[in-house]
């Protein structure tokens, strides 16, 4: 074959040409696909193709945004008062703090948005396509033109393409034509020519999504020579939207913006009235104070902290998608959770059978061959037991999955409790190629919440048309008039099909999944009605899926977190008890106990119906979609935060009313995903509960930060004004309090934005997401540790003036002690920031290396502050002798004694 590129064929009306004509065109097979090597040298021609995000602003957009902002109008007029004071240096220097405060801005920004790029990056997006007549699952972006493309329920479109196969095929394509409801897809031709994509029923397009049937496609453009990537629909919500907690953080920064400008317009005046000082110096004072407590920072600081926990998330298999989903995480306090592959292994295996008035074991666990049947002690050969034999070929072709096995691994592709009916088939021997081979595959309808059985049609060798079904027994019992039994076929009578029903409640309580199977020949022309009947029901198979080793114990984290778990299951009621008792769900957090709710038991509720009804349970068993979202709205209306897991298509409205929507990375469909705000991608409920824990320790940082940031603001406010009041000379030079704002406030909070755990995070009930980030509480300890450490500042000053005068060199060095003083006085208040009750000296001491990091350059800087000549010129500082060292390192480790002292009371009250 010759290579075909992109451009080659992106004008040809794919719509208008007929199966036969694409395929000429692409130069490829409907059958087998393109062979491996072909694809890898369309693929070397073309290069992979994936549709660019745009949105990220570039570098040089950062850095320009950085110089418009209202901290460096303020530090602008400080400069400009600088040199009409005529202090060139003091104005030089001002002006180089407005380049650094510039840089270390960028960084932040720019160090978030990479973040977030690199999240984005990390969704692989998994086309399933046939090479050379084997199905590979390959990353989209290596698709070529002319590939041929299975598409299924629940799956995403990962390129433009020519429809050449449909059963029942539908697609959501509201992304790219704004069509709310399911498109059905053809293969005929179109007539017309310039038809809308709208219109294109017999096409394909990226970015749609598969929401019935199954099909196959041939690729006919890609990435960005798609029609979704043609009209630039990817757009990075992240970098655009502003979070929650970033909009509380912006209305908390100008409401104190404010009280600072007013504070600081204060001191001016009081200074300039009372002698302090002159005017202008008063006015550069005022205007370093206004720098220093103006939290400008907080913006950026906080993307930056969310951004690199989802980073540190996404590597505990917990991949958010939407930032606002972090902050969210820590206020849960209800997690919806389904079964199957999240509480369990998902390696369902067949255990029973039930055949007529015999119960038939099966022995093996997962997807391993090794197993036999027995009946009691007996051992059975699949091959001479006719009943046994038709129910394996039933679950066999009735069946949309495929195991493959190699000498490492055995790959399962599809839905485990078929491939668990596949593996048992062949642990009796048969061979599933030579079976589908002997009755080939007519027609199918799938799987669906609504019909509850999936059909297939097919033709035996003797012309024969036959339609297997399976399904909920209690479906497949009420259309079924007759049974297949030791004897032959014989009417299905209501005695005997309360034998089934018990016989499905007797392994259900053995908490197995129990599917139903029949059969029934059809007429050679037949239609839908004849499906819907008249089967010839065959027997119960049971299935057991181990629950997961961590699950209980991750359930019992939720418990001591305050966290509710409910179960939600497609599973018999029966299965459902049981293993809710296992996971000890089926009590509430008082240990109370509660309700396992049958679906039916839920038709009809109203508002106060619905209320009770959640209040009560712990698990609820064959719910519908419509009962998903209702159960998550009745919870809300309890003021409930609620995450919800899902995998299925039918999940995906659920997942959108849920607070926190939840898809598995591992059998999650692409509309799930979509609609879902975190991915979890080991499908683990574990993972769930330490992405809640992450989720509350993010939080929990940013509240340190604020803490650290500004009670240390306030206390330089305090400083300036306390001396003031007391008719002191200023403690601090302008220079100087921006030193501090530089050094002492970036370098320390940012190590506080890091910190990595917090004991205690899953041991306190969920927070309020309504409650303000500045609450009195906070308030009050933010203006008295702001208080201590200004009155340890000042009593450092206060000496220094007694010792050495109030005069020329003897105010330069009280005024480098108070300096000295309140810098590593916040340094240290830093260690206190940690924890509110908890105690700094515990082995957690040395757990943040990123904060003694911090510590360890700030001190260095500190003591080149007032060591080195430039530096001494600079921020009008004296070299200090040990006796002073005794001074500050006295008046710097009183705040954290005292503050401890404060805990210690607070820990015994």
């Known amino acids: 074959m010759v290579a075909v590129k992109p451009e080659d064929v992106r004008d040809v009306c794919w719509h208008a040409l007929s199966v036969a004509e694409t395929v000429a065109e692409l130069q490829t097979d409907a059958v087998c696909g393109l062979s491996p090597s072909e694809a890898d040298r369309r693929l070397a021609g073309a290069g992979p193709d994936t549709v660019s995000a745009t949105g990220a602003r570039s570098s040089l957009s950062l850095l320009f945004s950085q110089f418009a902002s209202f901290l460096v109008l303020l530090l602008s007029a400080a400069a400009v008062t600088a040199f009409v004071l005529g202090e060139t240096v003091e104005g030089v220097s001002i002006l180089a703090v407005i380049v650094l405060n510039a840089g270390i801005g960028f960084f932040t920004e720019w160090k978030a948005q990479q973040a977030l790029i690199s999240l984005q990056s990390q969704t692989v997006h998994v086309a399933a396509v046939i090479r050379d007549g084997r199905l590979l699952h390959v990353p989209a972006g290596q698709l070529v033109c002319g590939d041929l493309v299975m598409l299924e329920a629940g799956s995403g479109v990962p390129a433009d393409g020519r429809i050449i196969e449909s059963v029942r095929l539908q697609a959501v394509e509201a992304a790219l034509t704004g069509e709310s409801l399911p498109v059905s897809k053809t293969v005929a031709a179109l007539s017309e020519r310039d038809v809308l994509p709208a219109d294109r029923s ?37 970098l655009h939207s502003r979070t929650p907690l970033e909009q509380k953080l912006a209305r908390l920064g100008q409401l104190l913006l404010v009280l600072v400008l007013c504070l600081c317009a204060v001191i001016v005046l009081a200074g300039s009235l009372r002698g302090t000082a002159d005017f202008w110096h008063m006015l550069e004072i005022g205007l370093s104070l206004a720098i220093a407590a103006v939290p400008e920072g907080l913006p950026a600081v906080t993307t930056m902290t969310l951004a690199l926990g989802m980073q540190r998330m996404a590597r505990m298999k917990s991949l958010v998608r939407r930032l606002p989903a972090v902050e969210t995480l820590g206020s849960v306090t209800v997690i919806c959770t389904d079964k199957t592959g999240t509480l369990t292994r998902n390696e369902m295996t067949v255990c029973a059978y039930v055949l007529d008035q015999r119960e038939v074991s099966v022995s093996g666990t997962g997807y391993e061959l090794a197993g036999e049947f027995r009946e009691g002690p007996a051992r059975l050969c699949a091959a001479d037991d006719e009943h046994l034999g038709l129910a394996l070929r039933i679950g066999l072709l009735c069946n949309d999955a495929r195991v493959e096995r190699s000498a490492s691994e055995v790959l399962v592709f599809g839905d485990p409790t078929e491939a668990a009916l596949t593996v048992v088939a062949e642990k009796a021997g048969l061979q599933p190629a030579c079976v589908l081979a002997a009755y080939p595959r007519l027609s199918e309808v799938p799987f669906s919440s609504v019909s509850r059985r999936m059909v297939t049609v097919h033709r035996t060798a003797d012309g024969q048309t036959l339609g297997f079904f399976k399904g909920s027994p209690g479906v497949l019992l009420s259309a079924s008039s007759a049974e297949f039994s030791a004897g032959g076929v014989r009417p299905l009578t ?117 209320q009770r009804v959640v209040s009560e349970a712990a698990v609820f068993a064959r719910v519908s979609p419509e009962h998903k979202v209702q159960i998550v709205r009745a919870l809300q209306q309890q003021g409930h935060v609620v995450a919800m897991t899902g995998d299925g298509v039918n999940d995906a409205p659920a997942l959108k009313t849920a607070d926190i929507g939840i898809a598995m990375g591992i059998r999650g469909t692409a509309v799930a995903k979509e609609q879902a705000d975190m991915v979890i991608t080991d499908d683990d409920f574990s993972s769930i509960v330490g992405a809640v824990e992450q989720g509350r320790i993010i ?76 609450t009195l509480r906070f308030a009050g300890l933010i203006v008295w540790q702001g208080l201590l450490l200004a009155s340890v500042t000042l009593l450092a000053f206060g000496v220094g003036l007694r010792w050495y005068g109030a005069e020329s060199e003897g105010l330069r060095r009280s005024t480098t002690l108070a300096f000295m003083t309140l810098a590593l006085t916040q340094v240290l208040h830093a260690f206190s920031a940690r924890s509110q009750r908890r105690s700094i000296f515990t082995r957690r001491l040395f757990t943040n290396v990123w904060l003694w990091g911090a510590v360890t350059v700030c001190f260095v800087l500190q003591c080149a502050a007032v060591y080195l000549p430039l530096f001494q010129r600079v921020l009008q500082t004296v070299s200090l002798d040990p006796g002073d060292w005794l001074l500050i390192g006295f008046c710097s480790l009183l705040p954290v004694l005292l503050v401890e002292v404060r805990k210690l009371i607070g820990r015994a009250g």
Not at 218 to 229: F, K, P
Not at 712 to 725: G, P, Q, V, Y
């Open 494 to 610: 209501v005695e005997q099909r309360r034998v089934w029903e018990a016989a499905n409640l007797r392994l259900a309580a053995r908490a197995l999944r129990v599917l139903g199977l029949a059969y029934r020949v059809l007429p050679e022309r037949y239609d839908e009605s004849d499906l819907q009947g008249d089967l010839i029901f065959a027997g119960l198979v049971g299935m057991s899926d181990p629950l997961r080793d961590e699950a209980k114990r991750a359930i019992e984290r939720c418990r001591e977190a305050g966290i509710r778990t409910v179960m939600i299951t497609g599973d018999q009621q029966s299965t459902a008890t049981e293993i809710a008792r296992q996971l000890g769900i089926d009590v509430d957090l008082q240990a109370r106990p509660l309700r396992i709710v049958h679906g039916r038991e839920l038709a009809g509720l109203d508002d106060s119906g619905w």
């Open 202 to 238: 017999n096409m394909a397009f990226l970015g749609t999504t598969i929401v019935d049937g199954r099909g196959r496609m041939l690729v006919t453009a890609r990435g960005v020579s798609s029609e979704y990537g043609r009209i630039g629909r990817l757009i990075d919500a992240a």
């Open 699 to 774: 939080y929990d940082n940013i509240i340190r930060f604020l803490h650290y940031l500004l009670s240390c603001n306030f206390s330089e406010i305090l400083t300036i004004f306390l001396a003031m009041m007391l008719g002191w000379p200023l403690p601090l030079a302008a220079l100087q309090i921006l030193w501090l704002n530089l050094l002492t406030d970036i370098f320390p909070a940012f190590a506080l934005a890091l910190e990595p755990s917090s004991p205690d995070a899953m041991h306190r009930p969920p927070r309020d997401p309504r409650e303000p980030l500045l």
